[in-house]
C-alpha cells in the first residue's frame, strides 16, 4: 500500500548552489539556489524569483557564477540563503574572500573549491519567475579538490545536497555504480 502526498515534490538531490554576481556598482553578492540544473553539455538553467537581487544583477551583466556548496562551507552556504541581498551586503557579513573572475564579470568566492564561469545564452519569463540559461565558459577546482590525474574528485568535494523534505543538507552520497556499463548486464 503507497501512501499520497498529494503534490509534495521528492526530487533528489536538490543542489545547492551559489550563485554570485555584481550589481551596478561592481558590489558583490550571493544567493543560495536549489532550483537549477545542467541542462546539456555546457548549460545550465536556473529557476530565480524576480525580486532576488542576485536576478537583477544577472538581467544588468549577464554573467554570473556558480559555486557548489560543500560540507566545509555548509555554513555559509546556508547564510546566503538565509540573508536577503537587498537588505544586507551578505559578502561582507559572512567574512569570504571574494576576487575577480578573470572570463566574466562576476565574482569568485575563494572558500568555495568549485566554481563555474556563466554567460546568459537566454532569460523567460515563466510562472512569476525567471529562467535563466547560461553556458559554461570555465570552471575552477582548488588543487585540493583534484585526484592524482589533476581530474575533480567527488569524495573529496564532499558536496550538500538540499533535502527539501526535511529542510535539512546531507553529504552527497558514495559511488555505487558505473554509468553507461552496468545497465548492459540487463541485455
Same mark, same amino acid.
Given at each position: 500500500?503507497?501512501?499520497?502526498?498529494?503534490?509534495?515534490?521528492?526530487?533528489?538531490?536538490?543542489?545547492?548552489?551559489?550563485?554570485?554576481?555584481?550589481?551596478?556598482?561592481?558590489?558583490?553578492?550571493?544567493?543560495?539556489?536549489?532550483?537549477?540544473?545542467?541542462?546539456?553539455?555546457?548549460?545550465?538553467?536556473?529557476?530565480?524569483?524576480?525580486?532576488?537581487?542576485?536576478?537583477?544583477?544577472?538581467?544588468?551583466?549577464?554573467?554570473?557564477?556558480?559555486?557548489?556548496?560543500?560540507?566545509?562551507?555548509?555554513?555559509?552556504?546556508?547564510?546566503?540563503?538565509?540573508?536577503?541581498?537587498?537588505?544586507?551586503?551578505?559578502?561582507?557579513?559572512?567574512?569570504?574572500? *571574494?576576487? /575577480?573572475? $578573470?572570463? =566574466?564579470?562576476?565574482?569568485? @568566492?575563494?572558500?568555495?573549491?568549485?566554481? +563555474?564561469?556563466? %554567460? &546568459?545564452?537566454?532569460?523567460?519569463?515563466?510562472?512569476?519567475?525567471?529562467?535563466?540559461?547560461?553556458?559554461?565558459?570555465?570552471?575552477?577546482?582548488?588543487?585540493?579538490?583534484?585526484?592524482?590525474?589533476?581530474?575533480?574528485? *567527488?569524495? /573529496?568535494? $564532499?558536496? =550538500?545536497?538540499?533535502?527539501? @523534505?526535511?529542510?535539512?543538507?546531507?553529504? +552527497?552520497?558514495? %559511488? &555505487?555504480?558505473?554509468?553507461?556499463?552496468?545497465?548492459?548486464?540487463?541485455?
Amino acid at each position: 500500500m503507497r501512501k499520497t502526498f498529494s503534490k509534495k515534490a521528492v526530487l533528489l538531490p536538490l543542489p545547492v548552489y551559489i550563485i554570485g554576481t555584481y550589481d551596478e556598482n561592481g558590489k558583490a553578492n550571493a544567493m543560495n539556489l536549489a532550483w537549477g540544473t545542467q541542462c546539456g553539455y555546457h548549460e545550465v538553467s536556473l529557476s530565480i524569483a524576480k525580486e532576488h537581487k542576485t536576478m537583477k544583477n544577472i538581467l544588468l551583466k549577464k554573467e554570473f557564477t556558480i559555486s557548489l556548496a560543500t560540507k566545509a562551507t555548509k555554513d555559509i552556504a546556508d547564510y546566503f540563503g538565509i540573508e536577503s541581498g537587498n537588505k544586507v551586503d551578505k559578502i561582507e557579513k559572512s567574512g569570504v574572500h *571574494v576576487v /575577480k573572475s $578573470e572570463n =566574466i564579470d562576476a565574482p569568485i @568566492i575563494e572558500e568555495f573549491p568549485l566554481t +563555474l564561469e556563466c %554567460k &546568459v545564452i537566454e532569460i523567460q519569463e515563466e510562472l512569476g519567475d525567471y529562467r535563466v540559461i547560461a553556458e559554461i565558459i570555465n570552471t575552477l577546482a582548488d588543487e585540493s579538490v583534484l585526484n592524482e590525474k589533476g581530474q575533480i574528485d *567527488v569524495d /573529496k568535494l $564532499e558536496l =550538500i545536497t538540499f533535502d527539501s @523534505i526535511t529542510n535539512s543538507y546531507r553529504v +552527497l552520497g558514495e %559511488k &555505487v555504480g558505473q554509468a553507461f556499463k552496468d545497465g548492459a548486464k540487463i541485455k
